[in-house]
């Protein structure tokens, strides 16, 4: 699953842009997953700060 | 809030704005959303314009530049520095902008003009009819409105997601997106009218670092690299920390800017049955540069202007709409963008000696002019063996 630490996250969009399953939103100053996404971890390697994980269930 | 108009506008940022603005003047009712509280914030973006770009749209005025560009540097991943003075850097040299008062001013026109702006209102939906677009499903303070429109346009940003709900793949490989982080800093000893550019692969690996001054002893520092170079301990912000210590270290840092900007080829299309999407949202910004408020402006107000007939036709069928379409992709800028797709796919691939060997031979040159064609010309004779690789680099020339 998606862990979004949002603790981290700067609400830039970048990851909602490369998401290749449109599972992620970005809702005004928060960041959304959805049941879509497929732990592919292309947003994991953009997020300019580090603020998304992919954690192996 | 409506429940119908003849246009209805998703994103308040300077596409939707022109959109807005040139459709509501040809008399249209128009209705703009934005899903942040506060239009123009928060800023994503190096704030730099091209002068004559920027009086395309609206003449100067001091309330939202922030500081004319005179020079512009660029400095080879081995510290050597190539100076481009304005006879020769052309449209490279320009303003430095304050977008959150930019981006107000230009909302506020198309409000003054009559559309209708509303906030912290976001488009949660498509309302589909018979497979077309027909508006949007609207949230705002917890209320849903069903806002109905003939055409509606998508300016919603790198971070789009109304095209894509109405059928449309807007995804950007991750080769293709620059990450970015930016500082605006405080207390650096920089010239304020001389913008900076820093390439390398130890510097930003399929991107540059840049130095935009904002005012005396200010400054966006700030950095783009590939998406497929950014990982666990370099990311973007692990660059610009690295070159901030190095160059700076004893700004101060006022402000934490972060963005994606695409450096993909447009969307195959950018219109469908009753919708046009228009700046970021149809990744429209230019591949080298990453520059996008020119790109925004234009595409909205011709979006606005292809509303306008549309509806005076009575048909706003894809067809219908599709001179936005190629309209766009003839202009300046649309050949800019084939054609700067084409240097980037080049650009982005260099190592550092052949980044030093191009920048050294174009500064030995008694340039006339400094552009991309310049680059172009010097990429080649650099490395002669690219055009075979990209035969299609030779139309440019």
Redesign the interface.
């Given at each position: 699953m998606l862990n979004i630490r949002r603790d981290i996250c700067g609400y830039c969009g970048a990851c909602v842009s490369v998401c290749p399953e449109g599972a992620l939103e970005l809702i005004d100053a928060y960041l959304t997953v959805d049941h879509t996404c497929i732990d592919c971890g292309i947003c994991e390697k953009v997020c300019p700060l580090g603020a998304l994980e992919v954690i192996k269930e | 809030m409506k429940r119908q108009y003849d246009l209805l506008i998703i994103g308040g940022g300077p596409g939707g704005a022109l959109a807005a603005k040139t459709a509501v003047e040809k008399g249209l009712s128009v209705c703009l959303v934005e899903?942040?509280?506060a239009i123009g914030a928060?800023v994503?973006c190096a704030e730099g314009i091209g002068k004559e770009l920027l009086t395309d749209f609206l003449p100067p005025d001091p309330k939202w530049i922030c500081t004319d560009i005179e020079r512009a540097e660029l400095i080879a991943p081995d510290g050597f520095s190539m100076l481009l003075e304005p006879r020769m850097a052309g449209n490279e040299v320009g303003y430095i902008l304050d977008r959150k008062v930019f981006d107000r001013e230009l909302i506020w026109k198309a409000a003054e003009a009559g559309a209708e702006t509303y906030v912290?209102a976001?488009a949660t939906a498509p309302i589909m009819k018979d497979g077309a677009v027909a508006g949007a499903v609207i949230e705002q303070h917890g209320k849903i409105y069903d806002v109905h429109a003939d055409i509606v346009i998508a300016a919603d940003?790198?971070?789009?997601?109304f095209a894509?709900w109405a059928g449309i793949n807007?995804?950007?490989?991750?080769r293709e997106?620059e990450?970015?982080?930016q500082y605006l800093m405080t207390g650096i000893d920089i010239d304020s009218q001389k913008t900076s550019f820093f390439l390398g692969n130890e510097v930003a690996p399929a991107g540059y670092v840049w130095i935009f001054p904002k005012g005396d002893g200010i400054a966006n520092v700030g950095l783009g690299i590939g998406?497929g170079k950014?990982?666990?301990g370099h990311?973007?912000?692990d660059y610009l920390d690295r070159f901030v210590s190095r160059m700076f270290p004893d700004g101060k840092i006022i402000e934490?800017i972060?963005?994606?900007v695409?450096i993909c080829k447009p969307l195959p299309c950018t219109v469908a049955d009753n919708m046009m999407i228009v700046g970021d949202a149809a990744r429209i910004s230019d591949p080298i540069t990453g520059g996008g408020i020119y790109n925004a402006m234009y595409t909205g107000r011709l979006a606005g202007e292809t509303a306008v007939n549309a509806i005076e036709l009575g048909n706003t069928k894809k067809a219908s709409l599709m001179p936005y379409d190629s309209e766009w992709r003839a202009s300046k800028m649309g050949k800019a963008l084939d054609r700067n797709y084409a240097v980037k796919e080049v650009f982005t691939k260099l190592s550092d000696e052949k980044l030093n060997t191009i920048i050294h031979s174009i500064a030995k040159l008694n340039l006339e002019e400094f552009s991309t064609l310049t680059l172009i010309t010097e990429l080649i004779r650099a490395n002669p063996s690219l055009l075979l690789e990209l035969k299609h680099l030779r139309s440019f020339l």
């Open positions: - | 899903k942040r509280p928060p994503r912290k976001r940003g790198i971070e789009s997601k894509r807007t995804t950007v490989p991750l997106i990450t970015c982080a998406g950014s990982g666990a990311r973007a912000k934490l972060i963005g994606g695409s």
